[in-house]
């Protein structure tokens, strides 16, 4: 069980992380809850890093979905993906989740708003 932060910045965008606690396996881990019926998750920016010696694919879907925004990290990299004016739109009350191949020491930090549909 990982205890996900959510905090709201100064533009007014929600921040998901993983707050200090790395995902030590390969896993599938809800970074962003389901908005709920008649809304959907608008991602602005993702930060990714792996602090272990064992590299990793990190891959991010709309619950159950295809995946998208694959990134490999290798022993202590950091990858910043900024959709900036073309932010990320998924489906209609779908979780963010991120997918990770192999165990290692992956921490995130993703931008977001929840919005009508």
Same mark, same amino acid.
């Given at each position: 069980?990982?205890?996900?932060?959510?905090?709201?910045?100064?533009? &007014?965008?929600?921040?998901?992380?993983?707050?200090?606690?790395?995902?030590?396996?390969?896993?599938?881990?809800?970074?962003?809850?389901?908005? &709920?019926?008649?809304?959907?998750?608008?991602?602005?920016?993702?930060?990714?890093?792996?602090?272990?010696?064992?590299?990793? +694919?990190?891959? +991010?879907?709309?619950?159950?979905?295809?995946?998208?925004?694959?990134?490999?990290?290798?022993?202590?990299?950091?990858?910043?993906?900024?959709?900036?004016?073309?932010? +990320?739109?998924?489906?209609?009350?779908?979780?963010?989740?991120?997918?990770?191949?192999?165990? &290692?020491?992956?921490?995130?930090?993703?931008?977001?708003?929840?919005?009508?549909?």
């Amino acid at each position: 069980m990982y205890t996900v932060l959510v905090t709201v910045t100064s533009s &007014g965008l929600q921040r998901a992380s993983s707050n200090g606690t790395p995902i030590a396996s390969a896993a599938t881990t809800s970074v962003v809850a389901a908005p &709920g019926a008649g809304r959907r998750l608008r991602v602005y920016k993702i930060i990714v890093s792996n602090g272990s010696a064992t590299a990793t +694919w990190v891959h +991010w879907k709309a619950n159950a979905g295809t995946l998208y925004y694959q990134e490999y990290l290798s022993q202590g990299a950091t990858v910043v993906i900024d959709l900036g004016d073309r932010p +990320w739109d998924l489906t209609t009350n779908k979780a963010l989740e991120m997918v990770t191949s192999a165990a &290692g020491s992956v921490e995130y930090t993703v931008e977001y708003d929840d919005r009508l549909v």
